[in-house]
Structures are given as structure tokens and as C-alpha cells.
């Protein structure tokens, strides 16, 4: 060490090598936080972490075998696990899970599991919690995917996935302002299959680009591709509907009259016998 840094505890092979004037840092593993000169308040631990970060890295929490190895700024972050913002440049963001914000540059953005918003560069006010949550956003904003694989293929912004698979799929789509909850809801959708609602276990889950749908059940809408503008409400309620548009189908498996029909209402299934409208 040269020059006068104070406060720091080291431990490790060239770990914190570099500091000069540096204050308060924690570093502790074979060249961790080698680069570091004059940062501090900073906990670097692991093989590597930190290693190539920016001679100035202050604030932040590094654990993990080559966590932050070739960061830039990053003030303020939580990066934690195997390769957790390996190359990553934003700060004030929080990167807990092995290859977690592996090379993000936004600020303020949540990935939390392994994989976690893997190719997110700019995608600024992403939150995703879950094992390859929003694996493949890069740029778009205003996310929150929560749970295994959700929105793994998207790249579209300001959608909502909460459940296993949601919103996922493995078919890239670009869509917006959709929100899926749910195991599978809205699964598979593609292209710019936008302003759908799916709530419920694999409501709305077939693979094609569709828009303004709501399905609200377990297994709701489920077969929809191409279908737009239907509301659909109830336990397998309209799950034959593949093309058909502007629809209202409710109650318990309710069913269209076919998989192609187009506005058509549809109250309750084949054991319904009678409407009744109170005071008519």
C-alpha cells in the first residue's frame, strides 16, 4: 500500500493492493478489489471481486467470486454472487444471485436470483425477482417480473408478471403494459401483443400476438393466439377461443359458440337454463 489510507481491513493475496487514500473498506479475498485506489466504505469479498472496478468505487457491497471483477462507478450497490454485476456501470442498484445484473448500466434497478436481468443494459426501473427474471431485457423500462423464468423473453416495458413461467415463454415479444399473474398467464405471447390482462393459472397462456384481453380464471381465454378485445371471466371460462374478437364470456366454463366467433356474448355454461334480471 502507498499513501495514507486508514481504517481498512484486508486479507488476501495483492487484495486492496492498490488503495492509497481509500478509507473504511473491507476487502478480503485473492485480488480482491485490486484496482481500488481511493474508495471507500466499501465490503469487496471473494476471488477476483472487484478486481479491474474503477479506482474510486465507494458505498458498495461486493460478494462473490468475480462480483464487480469489471465494474465501473456503482456507488451505492449490493452486488452479491458468483459474477453478480460482473461488468456492470449503474448505481444504487441492488444484484443478489449468481450472473445477476451481469452487465447492466442503469441506475436503481432490483434483480434478484440467478440470472436475473442477465442482458439488461439501459432498462432503467427494472425490478425482477426470480431465477432468469427478465433475462432477456436490455433497454426497456418500468418492469416487474417476479417469480422462475418471468418475462424471460421480453423486452417490452412497463409490464407486470408475477408467478412461475408468467409472461415468459421462451417466444421473444416485445409487448407493453401487460400484466400477467399467475403460473403461465399469458405465457407465450409474441410480437407486440400489448394491454393484455391474464390472472389466474394459465389464463391466456397459447403462444400469438393479441391485444386488449382480459381473462380473469384458471385457465381463462387459455387457447387464445390471435384473439383481441375479448373479456373473459370464470374457471376455464372461453379456453376454446383461438381467433375470435371482441367477445364477453362469463361464469364457470363458459363456452363460445366457436373457436373463431366474433362479438358474441356468452353468460354461464350449457347448464344454464334460465336468465334472471331482478326487478324486470
Known amino acids: 500500500l502507498s ?10 493475496i495483492d487484495a ?39 479506482t474510486n468505487t465507494s458505498d458498495m457491497v461486493v460478494i462473490g467470486e468475480k462480483a464487480f471483477e469489471s465494474g465501473s ?25 449468481r450472473e445477476s445484473a451481469r452487465v447492466n448500466t442503469s441506475d436503481r434497478v432490483i434483480m434478484i436470483g440467478y440470472q436475473a436481468g442477465y442482458s439488461n443494459t439501459s432498462g432503467g426501473n427494472n425490478t425482477f425477482v426470480g431465477e432468469r427474471s427478465g433475462y432477456s431485457n436490455t433497454t426497456s423500462d418500468n418492469n416487474t417480473y ?21 409472461f415468459g415463454g421462451g417466444f421473444g415479444h416485445t409487448g407493453t403494459d401487460n400484466v400477467a399473474i399467475g403460473y403461465l398467464a399469458n405465457q407465450a405471447p409474441t410480437g ?8 389466474g393459472s394459465e389464463a391466456l ?36 377461443v383461438t381467433i375470435g374478437s371482441n367477445n364477453i364470456i362469463i361464469g364457470h366454463e363458459a363456452t363460445a359458440s366457436a373457436v373463431d366467433v366474433n362479438n358474441e356474448i356468452t353468460l354461464g355454461d350449457a347448464n344454464v337454463t334460465s336468465l334472471r334480471i331482478p326487478g324486470l
Do not use: H, W
Not at 499513501?3 to 488476501?12: D, F, K, M, Y
Not at 423486452?155 to 408475477?162: F, L
Open 3 to 12: 499513501g495514507a489510507p486508514q481504517g481498512n481491513t484486508i486479507l488476501g
Open 16 to 54: 486492496g493492493n492498490a488503495l492509497t487514500t481509500g478509507t473504511n473498506n473491507t476487502i478480503m479475498g485473492n485480488d480482491a478489489g485490486k484496482a481500488v485506489t481511493v474508495g471507500g466504505n466499501n465490503v469487496i469479498v471473494g476471488f477476483e471481486a472487484a478486481l479491474n472496478s474503477a
Open 73 to 97: 462507478a456503482g456507488f451505492g450497490s449490493v452486488l452479491i454472487g458468483k459474477q453478480a454485476g460482473n461488468s456492470q456501470s449503474g448505481e444504487l442498484i441492488v444484484g443478489i444471485g
Open 146 to 166: 417476479m417469480g422462475d423464468q418471468t418475462g424471460y423473453s421480453a423486452s417490452g416495458e412497463k409490464n407486470t408478471a408475477v408467478g412461475q413461467g408468467a
Open 192 to 199: 407486440a401483443s400489448n394491454y393484455n390482462v391474464a390472472i
Open 205 to 240: 397462456r397459447s403462444s400469438g400476438t393479441r391485444t386488449n384481453n382480459v381473462a380473469i380464471g384458471y385457465k381463462a381465454a387459455t387457447a387464445v393466439t390471435t384473439g383481441s378485445n375479448n373479456t373473459v371471466l370464470g374457471y376455464q371460462a372461453g379456453d376454446a
